[in-house]
Each structure stands twice: as structure tokens, then as C-alpha cells.
């Protein structure tokens, strides 16, 4: 059996900081951007409390661009690298949740995608029900399947026009919102609690994109060019995608002024369909949805190596139906059952928020605590001796049950979820990140984990 590659070869190291930033900037044009806006509205905050929760919170993409670094540093994407922070079979735990994440994310580019062609059918003056809902779904599913037959590096070059496609009508769209904002009301806005109302929308930014996106950022990193400054690295990703997350925030924040509802509607795309003139909505969400569709089809196919990565080894065709099935019933009940696309929605960046933000606030700190002087690429290995670092584990369970116990949702409420944390999940996905850090650190002071030697 041919041995593992490790590091990437240095042939394939020809990513500049420019393609970066274009890889960045065009995973985070997306049409959830200014859904996000509006529910940061929904957390009782003043207009400028709005605008400032959406750049703080698009900031924190920082956290992708210090693992890009890392990444870029060793020339190892994510998992690898995680490897020496949980070990071999410990590592399975990072790997269970990029599964989940991959899922999640999947699941709702196709729901996002049912609901942006149903909005589409009062332009046809067709009826909008449960039947022409299915019929969306059915019709959205079947495009990302007769996508199959392009290559990738075709529907590469398809997703990237779609990218500056989107982009440009983005300005257009956010010229209707600046002169169709209703600015008394903005400039009235209530101002909110900071602690209660402010830090948690910012938690809740950072859960739904730049916590999740960290466990992508050494797979892009590593392929950065060796000549590439790692601040020229940690910039590019920070600020392309901080950059069009943020407007598309704030053209939410001005949309829930024309639409104030926005964010606590069952179908989002519905009422913001109805702020933009018919012509110009149907233009806008058709390229929206068309841009999922290579999403979709790349998530699918990638789906296998997910499943692999947690011990399960099935055939592609296994694996795609599989998740197909997977997929859509979670659209059904979704669309049709719960009817609640945001508050599942919610509910999903919360429960993966906690997990995720353990898992990367445990993966600096093992990088800061023992790698300063890099990786052992021993430790990177399949066949590694180190099966479980036990701190990284450890650090990791504590942190997440700590999460859940402090959250509330409307599922359940944890038994420490009082005071600022009633009625707040989102504080719990930096509650999960601050005590990882915290353990970790004890850990280090009582005693140093397997592994952690650094070559060099």
C-alpha cells in the first residue's frame, strides 16, 4: 500500500495571496449574508450596535487566517494537522464534526436553494404551496445531480463567473436597500444591552461562518506559495472574507427596515423577494441558487472522504445515495414538516458552534503551546504511535458538555443556562471556546501530553 503524503508537495504550492483572497472573498458572497444581518437586528440592538456586531463578528475570521498560517507554515491541511493536538483515533472527533458540518452546510444550500425557486414563482404567477414547494426541491436536487456530468474543473470556472455575477448585482441590490431604507427608523432604534444583546450577536456571526470555515483554512493554507509572507496569508483570508460578509450584513441590517420581520420569518427569502422589484428579484435569486448548485455537487462528491475519515468505507455510489437520502429528508422536515427554515437554522450553528469552537480554540493552543518550532511530522502519520492525546480529548469533552450546559434554546435549557445566558444560546459557543483554552492550559502547567515534542 502506497504511504501517506503528509506535507504538500512543493510543485503544488502555487496558491498567491491574490487567488486567496478571491477564494475566500467568493465562499462568503452568499445570499445568507444579509439574512445575517437581520438577525442581528433581532438581538434588540440600535442601528450602529448593529453595524458594529456585524464587523466584529466578520472579523473574527482572524481565527481562520491564524490556521491558514499554520497551515501555509507546514505545508499540512487541517486534519492532518489536528492529528498531533487529539492523535490518530482521537482525532476521529474533528473529523465526526467536518462530517456534520459538510451535512449541515449541504442540507442548507438545498433548502436555501427550494426556497429561492419557490420565491421565484410569483414572477411566473404560479402558486406558492406545499406542492410547488416539492416541486422546487425536486427540480433543485435534480440540477445538482445533471451537474454530475461536468468536470471540475468546469464547474469551477461556472461557480466563479456566478461569484462575480452575484457580486455585481449584490451593489445593485444594496442601491435599492440604501434608497428604499426607511432611515427615521434606523436612526430610532432602541439601543440594546451589550452583554445580552451585543456579544452574543457577535457569538452567533462567528458561529455560521468563521468558526465553521477553520476547518478549511490550512487546506488552502498549505497550498500557499512558500515565498508568501504569512502576514500576506493571514490578511488575505481574514479580510476576503470579513470584507463580503460585512457588506452583506449591513445591507441586511437595512433591510429589516423595509422588511422588519425579515428575521423571524419562516421563509426569509420570501419577504426579501418582496423588497426588490419582481424583475430584478428573480434575476438576483436565480443566479443565487444557481451559485449552490457547484456547492452542492463538490460537498457531494466530497462526501465519501467525510465518511472515510470517521473509519466508514463505502463505495461512491454508496455514499452518494446515502447522503442524498440524508440530505433530503432533512429537507422535508425542514420545508414541510417543522416549517421553521431559521430557527432549525439556528439551532444547527448553536449545536455545531459549541463543537467547533472547542475544537479550534484547543488546536491553537496545542500549536502555541508545543509546535513554536513546528510539527513532528511523526505525529501527522496514520500509523502514528500516538493513538490519544488525552489533554487535546479531554480539553475537548469538557469544553463542549460546559457549552451545552450553558445553552438555551428552544429545544432544551442547560442547567447553568441563567442570568445572561436565559434565553441565549449563542454565548455558549464562546463559553465552549474560553474553557477549552482554559483546560488546555492546566494541562500544561500539571503535565506535558504525549506528543508534544516538536522536531526541529
Request: glycine letters at 8%; one cysteine or more.
Amino acid at each position: 500500500m502506497e504511504a501517506e503524503t503528509i506535507q504538500v508537495a512543493e510543485q503544488d504550492k502555487t496558491l498567491s495571496p491574490g487567488k486567496l483572497f478571491y477564494n475566500w472573498f467568493a465562499a462568503n458572497v452568499g445570499i445568507m449574508g444579509f439574512v445575517y444581518g437581520a438577525i442581528v437586528v433581532s438581538f434588540h440592538l440600535s442601528f450602529w450596535q448593529a453595524l458594529s456586531a456585524a464587523l466584529i463578528g466578520a472579523l473574527t475570521f482572524v481565527i481562520p487566517g491564524w490556521v491558514a498560517m499554520i497551515g501555509q507554515r507546514e505545508g499540512v491541511t487541517t486534519f492532518k494537522l489536528s492529528r498531533a493536538a487529539y492523535g490518530t483515533h482521537g482525532n476521529k472527533i474533528p473529523n465526526a464534526m467536518a462530517w456534520l458540518n459538510m451535512v449541515g452546510w449541504l442540507s442548507v444550500n438545498v433548502i436555501t436553494g427550494t426556497l429561492l425557486f419557490s420565491a421565484m414563482l410569483k414572477t411566473m404567477h404560479l402558486p406558492q404551496n406545499n406542492f410547488t414547494k416539492l416541486l422546487c426541491l425536486v427540480v433543485f436536487a435534480s440540477l445538482v445531480i445533471l451537474s454530475g456530468i461536468f468536470k471540475e474543473e468546469t464547474l469551477a470556472k461556472i461557480q466563479t463567473w456566478l461569484s462575480w455575477i452575484f457580486g455585481l448585482l449584490t451593489l445593485v441590490i444594496l442601491g435599492f436597500f440604501l434608497v428604499r431604507a426607511n432611515w427615521d427608523v434606523a436612526m430610532r432604534m432602541p439601543a440594546g444591552n451589550w452583554l445580552t444583546g451585543w456579544l452574543p450577536a457577535v457569538a452567533f456571526i462567528a458561529a455560521g461562518s468563521s468558526i465553521s470555515w477553520s476547518m478549511a483554512a490550512a487546506d488552502w493554507g498549505a497550498y500557499v506559495n512558500p515565498q508568501t509572507k504569512p502576514a500576506a496569508t493571514f490578511w488575505n483570508t481574514t479580510l476576503g472574507s470579513a470584507i463580503p460578509l460585512f457588506v452583506l450584513m449591513a445591507g441586511g441590517v437595512l433591510l429589516s427596515t423595509i422588511s422588519p420581520h425579515l428575521a423571524s420569518a419562516s421563509d426569509p427569502y420570501q419577504v426579501m423577494y418582496e423588497a426588490v422589484p419582481a424583475w430584478f428579484g428573480a434575476l438576483y435569486f436565480l443566479v443565487a441558487a444557481g451559485g449552490l448548485i457547484p456547492q452542492c455537487l463538490v460537498s457531494f462528491r466530497s462526501a465519501r472522504i467525510n465518511l472515510a475519515t470517521v473509519g466508514i468505507k463505502v463505495s461512491q455510489r454508496t455514499s452518494l445515495t446515502l447522503h442524498g437520502i440524508i440530505i433530503v429528508v432533512i429537507s422535508v422536515y425542514v420545508l414541510f414538516i417543522s416549517g421553521d427554515f431559521l430557527g432549525n437554522f439556528e439551532l444547527f450553528l448553536n449545536f455545531l458552534g459549541i463543537c467547533l469552537a472547542a475544537w479550534v480554540a484547543i488546536f491553537l493552543v496545542d500549536s502555541v503551546l508545543y509546535r513554536q518550532r513546528g510539527y513532528d511530522i511523526n505525529l501527522m502519520r496514520a500509523d502514528s504511535q500516538v493513538h490519544y492525546n488525552w489533554p487535546g480529548i479531554i480539553s475537548w469533552v469538557i469544553a463542549t458538555i460546559t457549552g451545552f450546559l450553558f445553552t438555551s434554546n428552544s429545544l432544551y435549557r442547560g442547567l447553568f443556562a441563567r442570568g445572561i445566558f436565559a434565553d441565549n444560546s449563542s454565548l455558549a459557543v464562546f463559553m465552549a471556546g474560553l474553557v477549552a483554552i482554559i483546560v488546555m492550559g492546566l494541562f500544561a502547567i500539571i503535565s506535558k501530553p504525549k506528543g508534544a515534542a516538536s522536531h526541529g
